[in-house]
C-alpha cells in the first residue's frame, strides 16, 4: 500500500520558517519524481516545487523562487520543503506527491496545514 504522509506544517508569522516532511512507503521511492503541491481556501491546488529521482533536477513556481527549497534524502524515502521568509499569501494545505513519468502525479498525501499570520 502507496502510503505518504506530510508534516511540519503548522502557525508561522510572516517572515518565519517552517519545514515539511513527506515520508513515503509502498514505492520505489528512489525512482520517483516527487513534488510538492498546495492549495488555499477558494482556490485551486497549484504546484509549489518538484525534485527528480536523483535530487540533482528541482524546478518551483515563480512566487516561491529564492524562499522555498525542495530537496530529498532516497535512503530515508523521504521529500522535504524548506519554506523561508513565510507569507500571508503562502497560507495552505500542502500536499506532497510521487510520480514515475510525466506528466500526472499518481500518489498523493493527505495535506499539512500551514498558517502564515500577518
Known amino acids: 500500500q502507496v502510503q505518504l504522509v506530510e508534516s511540519g506544517g503548522g502557525l508561522v508569522q510572516t517572515g518565519g520558517s517552517l519545514r515539511l516532511s513527506c515520508a513515503v512507503s509502498?514505492?520505489?521511492?528512489?525512482?520517483?519524481?516527487m513534488g510538492w503541491f498546495r492549495q488555499a481556501p477558494g482556490k485551486e491546488r497549484e504546484f509549489v516545487a518538484a525534485?527528480?529521482?536523483?535530487?540533482?533536477?528541482?524546478e518551483s513556481t515563480d512566487s516561491v523562487a529564492g524562499r522555498f527549497t525542495i530537496s530529498r534524502d532516497n535512503a530515508k524515502d523521504t521529500v522535504y520543503l524548506q519554506m523561508n521568509s513565510l507569507k500571508p499569501e503562502d497560507t495552505a494545505v500542502y500536499y506532497c506527491?510521487?510520480?514515475?513519468?510525466?506528466?500526472?502525479?499518481?500518489?498523493w498525501g493527505q495535506g499539512t496545514q500551514v498558517t502564515v499570520s500577518s
Open positions: 525534485i527528480d529521482r536523483n535530487g540533482i533536477t528541482t
Open positions: 509502498g514505492l520505489t521511492f528512489s525512482r520517483a519524481t
Open positions: 506527491a510521487a510520480r514515475f513519468g510525466p506528466p500526472q502525479y499518481a500518489f
